[in-house]
């Protein structure tokens, strides 16, 4: 007999307890042992049991109609907790035709006994999350105030990776200020928005997903920057104040790698104006990209 075996984890670290990997694969070589069966293929899915969209589990039934194997699985709940999930897989494994066996409940492909073992799955993890969320209400740090973002309860370097985290998201959002300055001219001399996405789209400009362009895109981003009249919101043409220049001059410091840097508690406003537009200049369009303060000031230049 043919087996197609199927391992579930929640997380890439799960494996201490009774449901990582190498349980599974225990529990599946023992299931095995003294039987003329061989497994043809495992597949190792690492998902929550609540997601019900299980790429690798479609991967491992399809195996198992092309090759007329049976699926087998470690225990019931490494499918899933919840009964409409496992009835509805059972349904469509009867459609195709494909048996599958749980090592830990051999009788599993009886409706009514699957049903029973579903309910009760479903039923502890409800209890689990149940506990859970309480546990959290009753600890000290929920009752003082101190659960969640309050300062202090971060684990160490946390800040910095929401921080850079935080940063990158902003840095993408200058393809949508790159297209706009793009999108401005032709948008000027009357040309459709479906027109002007081909041409975004040609010159190798993404949106901010890195996606190509549509007109609805292009549009969007055509009424974020201008009024109704069509002329640049007061935020693209108003010139930058000296905070923000400061501020924007200490970034270009630090990625452009300036030499001399931008000296800019020494200089005055015309000064460090001046010294930005040079630093623009020095700018690869798509390459160097920056906070979205940052860029507001360089488009504001």
């Known amino acids: 007999m043919k087996y197609v075996a199927y391992y579930r984890v929640s997380t890439k670290h799960q494996g201490a307890e009774g449901n990582g990997i190498k349980a599974q694969e225990e529990s599946v070589n023992q299931f095995l042992k003294g039987k003329a069966a061989e497994v043809i293929d495992r597949f190792t899915e690492v998902e929550?049991?609540?997601?019900?969209?299980?790429?690798?589990?479609?991967?491992?039934?399809?195996?198992?109609?092309d090759e007329g194997a049976t699926l087998l699985v470690a225990k019931l709940d490494r499918l899933s907790r919840n009964v409409k999930?496992?009835?509805?897989?059972?349904?469509?494994?009867?459609?195709?035709?494909?048996?599958?066996?749980?090592?830990?409940?051999?009788?599993?492909?009886?409706?009514?006994v699957?049903?029973?073992?579903?309910?009760?799955?479903?039923?502890?993890?409800?209890?689990?999350?149940?506990?859970?969320?309480?546990?959290?209400?009753?600890?000290?740090?929920?009752?003082?105030?101190?659960?969640?973002?309050?300062?202090?309860?971060?684990?160490?370097?946390?800040?910095?990776?929401?921080?850079?985290?935080?940063?990158?998201?902003?840095?993408?959002?200058?393809n949508t200020r790159h297209a706009y300055h793009f999108i401005r001219p032709l948008r000027e001399e009357?040309?459709?928005?479906?027109?002007?996405?081909?041409?975004?789209?040609?010159?190798?400009?993404r949106t901010r997903r890195g996606k190509?362009?549509?007109?609805?895109?292009?549009?969007?981003?055509?009424?974020?920057?201008?009024?109704?009249?069509?002329?640049?919101?007061p935020s693209l043409k108003r010139t930058p104040s000296l905070p923000e220049m400061r501020k924007a001059a200490e970034e270009l410091n630090v990625y452009m790698g300036l030499e001399p840097p931008i000296d800019s508690q020494v200089l005055?406003?015309?000064?460090?104006?001046?010294?930005?537009?040079?630093?623009?200049?020095?700018?690869?369009?798509g390459h160097d990209e920056f906070t979205d303060p940052t860029q507001d000031v360089l488009d504001r230049l």
Request: glycine letters at 8%; one cysteine or more; aromatic letters at 8%.
């Open 48 to 65: 929550s049991g609540t997601n019900g969209n299980r790429p690798v589990l479609k991967s491992a039934i399809q195996l198992c109609k």
């Open 85 to 112: 999930f496992l009835f509805t897989l059972k349904e469509e494994l009867d459609q195709a035709g494909v048996g599958f066996t749980i090592v830990d409940l051999p009788e599993a492909n009886n409706t009514m």
């Open 114 to 174: 699957l049903g029973v073992m579903a309910t009760m799955a479903q039923h502890e993890a409800e209890i689990i999350s149940k506990r859970t969320k309480e546990g959290i209400r009753q600890s000290e740090k929920y009752q003082s105030g101190e659960w969640g973002n309050q300062q202090g309860t971060f684990p160490p370097g946390a800040r910095e990776k929401a921080w850079a985290a935080i940063s990158r998201k902003a840095r993408t959002d200058t």
């Open 190 to 205: 009357g040309q459709s928005y479906q027109s002007i996405a081909d041409k975004l789209n040609e010159e190798g400009y």
């Open 212 to 233: 190509k362009f549509h007109s609805a895109q292009v549009r969007k981003i055509w009424l974020r920057f201008t009024d109704s009249e069509g002329q640049s919101k």
């Open 268 to 285: 005055h406003r015309k000064q460090l104006l001046a010294k930005l537009r040079e630093a623009k200049e020095l700018i690869i369009p």
